[in-house]
């Protein structure tokens, strides 16, 4: 066991929502190594299992829950049985989102408001009165650099809306102590990004558009939501914090 | 008209819009009833979106008097898949289409909760969804007159992080960005403005609670709430050769809302 201090998360209790890969699973990675204690969810339980046996190394006391974000009542469900399960909630990480490219249907439409924003602000709302009992109480949103970029499809669109409601949720809960940040990724390597991370048109772009001229990895996102939920972030909240190695304008 | 040809126009005429054709949602009342108006008066042929046909027939009636040309569209923007048609046939029938107003909007009372998903799908439908299908339904109109320009009505809330009403309003404000990207090949420019306070019938809920709206007008530099007319007079600004090199951006119209109180 690493020596205490503030970035460590020891006995906390958190729910991590799209565990099972990509950023998700690599936060679940670092709760662990930091002392959490986990709720993991994820549409989809095979990954997951193997994500839990690795926390589970760490000596992280680990739940799971398959849960289909997208039903409205499932996100209420997930965190009434992971605050049972873990006797209350400290952290809520929701990370769950989908980039969505099947082409603008109205039912893709319908799918991500639901995933990418709809989820966490159940998840949230469901959170409360846990997060009320909790010393530490923090929610972490994953928004994305696209809120900030914008978009003509869903996505960035309603990564925005996530930060807006970071921010306000902030302010509104701010009395009782309870945090609300988000963290806005760049382009982070992950299946989600799979798809164009090594395309050429992407690489060719990524010295103009990023100041680091490289993707992310997704322990550099997981190293802030540590911090973030850790007390050396304790003066921090309706923070929207951009992890994205620097997409500045070009000037 | 080249740009250049445009700004040897004396500058009041650039800020009309003789013979154009606009698209207005939420035209039956407030501030979409003040832009039908205001584009009228500016020269513009409307077609009138709303559900409450019996408010855009009187409309019609006053826009006709100001001769130009209005077209009744009755039509619920949460219904998703009838906006692509009524766009179509509004185009057919004022001959082509210049302008798209996405204006159409409705609050949400619950603040950061959903108390009823249904209800939260329903404001998205309006507020975000109808703005997306529409700019996609106009864009080959637009493209077809040459470019023109979609002007989405945002708000002060979504910069200011205001409920779950103004995250749909971030959103707005950010698919304005990104769809001036996508169209700007076919000449479309698309901006949206944020109003803050103004006197509608959306907003008689917080003028019936004074210590909400002194809350608001208190870190409000003007000191008091916008008439509808004032937001229109920016949207014909916009919409004009005027703006002709604004697209992407979000302008707040809102009486100077800061962090600090009015002295």
Not at chain 1, 45 to 69: I, K, M, P
Not at chain 2, 113 to 121: C, G, K, L, R, V
Not at chain 2, 186 to 207: E, F, K, N, Y
Request: aromatic residues 6%; negative net charge.
């Amino acid at each position: 066991m690493t020596a205490p201090g503030p970035f460590r998360l020891d006995g906390r209790r958190a729910l991590i929502t799209g565990a099972s890969r990509g950023i998700g699973r690599a936060i679940a990675e670092t709760y662990a190594q930091a002392g959490a204690r986990l709720a993991l969810a994820a549409r989809t339980s095979a990954n997951l299992q193997q994500v839990a046996d690795n926390v589970r190394e760490h000596g992280a006391e680990v739940h799971t829950y398959g849960a289909d974000l997208t039903d409205a009542q499932a996100p209420t469900r997930l965190v009434e049985r992971a605050a049972e399960a873990l006797g209350g909630l400290d952290i809520v990480v929701n990370n769950a989102g989908d980039g969505g490219h099947d082409g603008l249907t109205l039912d893709a439409y319908r799918r991500l408001l639901h995933v990418n924003l709809r989820a966490p602000v159940l998840v949230t709302q469901a959170a409360r009165p846990f997060l009320l009992e909790s010393d530490a109480p923090v929610v972490i949103n994953v928004s994305s650099v696209s809120a900030r970029l914008g978009g003509a499809e869903p996505y960035g669109p309603l990564k925005a809306a996530l930060s807006s409601y970071t921010v306000g949720l902030a302010r509104e809960w701010g009395n009782d102590g309870i945090r609300v940040v988000a963290i806005a990724p760049g382009v982070i390597e992950t299946d989600m990004t799979a798809g164009y991370t090594d395309a050429d048109w992407w690489t060719g772009n990524l010295a103009e558009r990023v100041a680091l001229g490289r993707n992310g990895q997704v322990d550099e996102i997981a190293g802030m939501a540590q911090f973030l939920a850790s007390d050396a972030a304790a003066y921090i909240t309706g923070a929207v914090i951009p992890v994205d190695g620097g997409w500045v304008h070009q000037y | 008209m080249s740009p250049r040809q445009k700004l040897q126009m004396p500058v009041l005429d650039r800020f009309r819009l003789h013979g154009r054709r606009a698209f207005v949602t939420g035209a039956s009342r407030g501030i979409g009833r003040a832009i039908a108006i205001a584009l009228a008066e500016s020269g513009a042929d409307v077609a009138l979106a709303a559900r409450d046909e019996a408010r855009l027939t009187e409309l019609a009636a006053e826009i006709e008097t100001l001769g130009r040309r209005a077209h009744v569209v009755p039509l619920d923007l949460a219904n998703l898949e009838a906006i692509a048609p009524a766009i179509d046939a509004a185009a057919d029938e004022l001959g082509g289409l210049d302008l798209l107003v996405n204006n159409a909007g409705v609050s949400h009372r619950g603040g950061f909760e959903i108390h009823d998903p249904a209800e939260f799908d329903r404001m998205y439908d309006i507020n975000l969804g109808a703005v997306l299908f529409g700019c996609q339904a106009a864009r080959p109109h637009l493209a077809a007159a040459g470019g023109g320009a979609i002007v989405n009505i945002g708000s002060i809330a979504g910069t200011k992080g205001a409920g779950l009403y103004g995250a749909s309003k971030a959103g707005v404000h950010a698919l304005t960005r990104g769809f001036s990207r996508e169209y700007a090949n076919d000449g479309i420019r698309v901006v949206a403005l944020a109003p803050g306070q103004v006197i509608t019938d959306m907003t008689a809920h917080v003028r019936a609670n004074p210590s909400e709206l002194n809350a608001i007008l208190h870190h409000t530099a003007r000191g008091r709430a916008a008439d509808p007319e004032e937001i229109a007079a920016a949207v014909v600004y916009l919409a004009s050769p005027a703006a002709g090199f604004v697209t992407g951006t979000t302008i707040a119209i809102d009486g100077g809302r800061d962090f600090f109180a009015r002295r």
